[in-house]
């Protein structure tokens, strides 16, 4: 199927299916069950066998229709990928309908206190009771783990053999006596994240995915697919809800979440309306609005913050030019992953300096947002303001910029490895923190 065939037939699709009235729950069956939800997923489960690149053209075909787009999150994102990579059909034919037709929202039980860049070093275990496995231990930074059904969650089941080699993936249950969901509050005011308790939770051998102690190969799937949605080159910006039972969207009307027209970036297959970002734009605007546009430096730094964002859609073209001719480029998601960084630090620190002393002022809910807007009459300063609050978390998750400094060493350029006995040792054995 060639790109104009691919819009051509979603939007048919969607002129004969959209119905804004429908209930969000409604809406999503319909798109899960046509395969436009998910394009790049098999064709046998509930996809259409597209490449990446021609998927983020569906999902932007469906923003700039204005219907809601397919449900988000880590189901659709990691679990979905992994289950149909790794799973059985009984587990496939369990999970993955509920997924595309955002019946169940997902989270990612996988770092925990003491393990998260090295996430092989994991400590919550489950042990084996019968056809179940009974699961102890802490996770942390769990996001959406406050509206998911169900986690991804990685424990260990083997602690007598080296620590890679005794790991298993699980899809649990987060709807049961012994898990404990705490919200963490973040420097923006939000919570978005949680630390999660499992004390004697329990999940079913059923529900073991890719084979007992096979957990790090599955978890690499997981990871992988995190990686990629990383540095993909942007999404679209078309309505969304939370999916799940606990979002309580399902009952609500699609219509109300659709993207309005101006909200969509038609045609562009860009997350924003100019080259620079979204963020740029809004920089710029107040820049020019308060004469920091005429300071040498500022202008500088505007040129710089353009410049890294064009580098990084171009070399997104790059990448999906190499493998539309069947290779790869060594590095590329780790480089994009570095200079999302870069882009977000130097959002942060260039907002700030346009906006000046207000940059002091930030709303921590909507109430203290709106006295904020009206004291400064800068209703775009929360914006700034929460970028530079957030500006700590992408050099974070995914892997941090040193991790994927080590991989870029270690794997492109062919650098010794860090020296160890980690990988022949039994985790039981291994010196452990604290
Ligand atoms: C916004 C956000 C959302 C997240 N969501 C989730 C989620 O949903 N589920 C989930 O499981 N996790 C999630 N995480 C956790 C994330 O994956 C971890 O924070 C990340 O892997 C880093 O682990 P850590 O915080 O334990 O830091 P550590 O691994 O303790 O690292 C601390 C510092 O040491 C450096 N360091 C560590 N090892 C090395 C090394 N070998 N070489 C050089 N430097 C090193 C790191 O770069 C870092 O600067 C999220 C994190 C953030 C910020």
Redesign the pocket.
């Known amino acids: 199927m060639s790109t104009t065939d691919v819009v051509a037939e979603v939007s048919a699709w969607l002129e004969a299916n959209w119905d804004p009235d429908l209930t969000v729950a409604e809406w999503w069956e319909r798109l899960g069950t046509s395969g436009w939800a998910v394009p790049s997923w098999p064709e046998e489960w509930f996809g259409k066998g597209l490449p990446r690149a021609e998927a983020l053209r569906v999902a932007q075909a469906i923003a700039d229709f204005g219907a809601l787009a397919a449900p988000g999150g ?1 189901g659709t994102l990691l679990a979905g990928p992994t289950i149909y990579s790794h799973g059985d059909d009984d587990q496939k034919r369990t999970y993955l309908r509920d997924i595309v037709t955002g019946k169940q929202a997902w ?13 092989a070093g994991l400590n919550c275990k489950a042990e084996k009771d019968g056809d179940e496995w009974v699961v102890n231990g802490q ?7 406050h509206w998911s059904d169900l986690g991804m969650l ?1 424990a260990r089941t083997d602690p007598d053999v080296p620590k890679h080699q005794g790991i298993t993936w699980f899809a649990f249950d987060m709807h049961q006596p012994g898990v404990e969901v705490r919200p963490l509050k ?1 420097l923006t005011g939000q919570a ?2 949680n630390e999660v308790f499992l004390t004697d939770a329990r999940v079913a051998t059923a529900s073991l995915i890719g084979g007992r102690n096979n957990g790090w190969a599955v978890a690499n799937t997981t990871l992988g697919h995190e990686r990629a949605s990383l540095g993909s080159g942007g999404t679209t910006r078309g309505g969304s809800a939370v999916p799940g039972t606990i979002g309580g969207n399902l009952s609500r009307r699609a219509g109300d979440f659709a993207p309005t027209p101006a909200a969509s970036t038609k045609g562009s297959g860009r997350s924003s309306g100019s080259r620079g970002g979204a963020m740029y734009d809004v920089i710029v605007g107040i820049a020019k609005g308060n004469g920091k546009s005429q300071d040498a430096l500022v202008r500088q730094d505007l040129v710089r913050l353009y410049s890294l964002s064009e580098i990084g859609r171009v070399s997104a073209e790059r990448v999906k030019a190499a493998r539309a001719a069947g290779t790869d480029i060594a590095g590329m998601a780790n480089i994009a992953k570095l200079s999302m960084s870069m882009i977000v630090r130097l959002t942060r620190d260039l907002g700030l300096r346009v906006v000046g002393n207000q940059g002091m002022l930030h709303g921590y809910d909507q109430a203290e947002r709106e006295v904020v807007a009206s004291a400064t009459g800068n209703p775009f300063l929360n914006a700034v303001t929460n970028t530079a609050l ?1 500006a ?12 994927q ?2 991989i870029i060493g270690e794997r492109v350029l062919g650098l010794p490895k ?1 020296p160890g006995n980690e990988r022949d040792t039994p985790f039981s054995q291994l010196p452990k923190n604290a």
């Open positions: 880590l989270c990612q039980l996988f770092s925990e206190p003491g393990a998260g860049s090295d996430l996770k942390v930074w769990t996001s959406g783990g990685l973040e978005i994240f957030y700590q978390a992408p050099p974070i998750y995914g892997g941090t910029d040193q991790i400094r080590n860090e």
